[in-house]
């Protein structure tokens, strides 16, 4: 494997030559054909076979002509090896290496025997790839690291274990903390039963890599064979499918002459499931590049911009991907998800577009969390119920009609719906919260008298500032003001508290009577996840 970073790096002369040609002449070619993509085109799964069958085609054609006028075996060697680049992205292997050979018999350079062997391995012709990756090193004078490891992994796919481990120790002395190189030697002194040799290498590899759960898997079946069952269950619990990378320059050039859209937007998504999020940005702007005409690559693309905060790049693709398909309902709503907290008449009005052209789940959600912010509550709980009928056991929605109930002061209408959202989520504090305000705001006599109950356990479950107005909102209720006071006047800061103090000071024992919400007008318990900072759900997670 080698890290997916699709920048334009030097490794040489005649690669990069070859390399920056073949980018150039690409770049025309992929420009012609988008420009003939239909401009209803919403999603395009890839680029069509015969679109780069004709692409390779034509590139071959300008790579012969220009050829032809260079007088220079090294610029001839360079063009040869860049369009068999160019090939080997498209996994076209055949084609591939007879590139890399005629750039061989022009200029021999350690360069070309790397590619070749690199397609060679891919081919499974283990025999000729070893003999290219020697070449390379006799060419290198023996300190190429990249040759030495993938000639190990040649050897190990072939069985030669010991052979394999002296390559890789090679690799290792000149990066002796690289996991890929360190994990492949585990593999062949496993392969050579050298269990002691393999569980050392291994462990070195897991401690640089440590999310690298393939490392983890290997580590298991060594323990297993020591009979370790115990430290074998450990490691069997931390194994996924990421294996460590290694960063390969010449190959990333190669990557970068793919012409598959697909290709780059799975890398992308692979790399920010790893975490590498400017990694996968950097894979759908490639994406969005070779396919510009496809909604979905750009607003993918502009999801990952406005995940990093980078806000103007964002709106700058989403803009760019809705004037060529206004009609798209995801980019309206993206739109509205990135405006969501500078500009909120540009975000309302993005999701109600959004919703007019499609009814989606998640920009209902977004416009009942934007209206609740207004203060709009009945209108918000249209929108609720909406989802609430769509998703009747998610609690989340019962919650937030209640809460827009309450907002709408129609606390007899919320109570049932809360404690229906407490029947889907028992241990929801919450929503417990909620709940026991509202039986104290709205609830009979005897109501009232439990919800004290209620706040008391609640505080002692979670003893803090909401939890104590609580019990402060309920002894009110039931006529205890004293004991509201002595606690109101400890969390002076908290706005329900304040709205209490406020109605207490106005209307003494008939406070609770004269309040119409639980809440008050600035308290942050408005706001819905979608607008609370650092929660909420992002676009097409």
Request: glycine share 8%; proline share 4%.
């Amino acid at each position: 494997m080698f890290r997916l970073i699709l920048l334009c790096t030097h490794h040489g002369q005649h690669a990069s030559l070859g390399a920056r040609l073949m980018v150039a002449l690409t770049a025309g070619l992929i420009a012609v054909h988008a420009t003939a993509l239909p401009d209803d085109t919403t999603t395009q799964a890839d680029l069509p076979a015969d679109r780069v069958t004709q692409t390779l085609r034509t590139a071959r054609e300008q790579v012969l002509a220009r050829i032809a006028r260079l007088e220079e075996p090294a610029e001839r060697a360079g063009a040869w090896g860049g369009l068999g680049m160019l090939y080997h992205a498209q996994n076209r292997l055949g084609e591939a290496a007879e590139s890399y050979r005629r750039a061989l018999a022009e200029t021999e350079t350690i360069h070309w025997h790397y590619l070749l062997a690199v397609v060679l391995t891919d081919q499974g012709h283990v025999d000729g790839a070893a003999a290219g990756f020697r070449r390379a090193l006799e060419l290198a004078e023996g300190r190429h690291m990249l040759a030495s490891y993938r000639l190990g992994l040649a050897l190990l796919a072939d069985g030669q274990y010991a052979a394999a481990a002296t390559a890789l120790r090679v690799a290792l002395a000149e990066a002796p903390e690289a996991p890929a190189v360190l994990t492949a030697l585990g593999d062949a002194e496993l392969g050579a039963g050298n269990l002691d040799a393999a569980r050392a290498v291994l462990e070195q590899a897991a401690g640089l890599a440590p999310a690298a759960g393939r490392i983890a898997y290997k580590l298991a079946l060594v323990y297993r064979q020591l009979g370790d069952i115990a430290r074998a269950e450990d490691w069997l619990e931390r194994r996924n499918d990421l294996a460590p990378a290694i960063d390969d320059p010449l190959l990333l050039e190669v990557v970068a002459l793919n012409l598959s859209p697909k290709f780059f937007m799975e890398a992308g998504t692979r790399a920010w499931q790893r975490g590498e999020h400017d990694e996968a940005v950097a894979a759908w702007r490639r994406a969005a590049q070779l396919a510009p005409g496809d909604a979905e690559v750009g607003l993918m693309l502009a999801h990952g911009l406005g995940t990093l905060g980078r806000w103007d790049e964002a709106d700058a693709e989403i803009h760019r991907v809705l004037s060529l398909h206004p009609t798209s309902a995801r980019g309206w709503y993206l739109l509205a998800w990135n405006a969501r907290d500078t500009n909120h008449d540009a975000a309302q009005e993005a999701v109600e577009r959004a919703l007019q052209l499609a009814e989606d789940e998640a920009a209902r959600a977004l416009s009942a969390a934007l209206r609740m912010r207004q203060g709009r509550f009945r209108v918000a709980a249209d929108d609720y119920q909406v989802l609430v009928d769509r998703k009747p056991e998610n609690a989340y929605y019962r919650y937030w009609l209640a809460m827009a109930y309450l907002g709408a002061t129609s606390c007899e209408a919320a109570r049932p719906v809360m404690a229906e959202a407490l029947r889907l989520q028992p241990n929801w504090g919450q929503a417990h919260i909620a709940l026991t305000r509202a039986d104290a705001l709205c609830g009979d006599r005897d109501v009232r008298q439990a919800a004290v109950g209620k706040a008391r356990r609640l505080v002692d479950l979670a003893d803090g500032g909401d939890t104590r107005v609580t019990l402060a909102f309920a002894l009110l209720a039931t006529g205890r003001i004293d004991d509201a006071r002595a606690i109101i006047a400890t969390h002076r800061g908290n706005h329900d508290a304040a709205m209490l103090d406020g109605a207490i000071t106005e209307h003494g024992h008939a406070a609770i009577d004269r309040l119409d919400r639980p809440f008050a007008e600035q308290s942050p318990w408005w706001l819905p996840a979608e607008l609370s900072p650092g929660h909420g759900q992002r676009p097409f997670d």
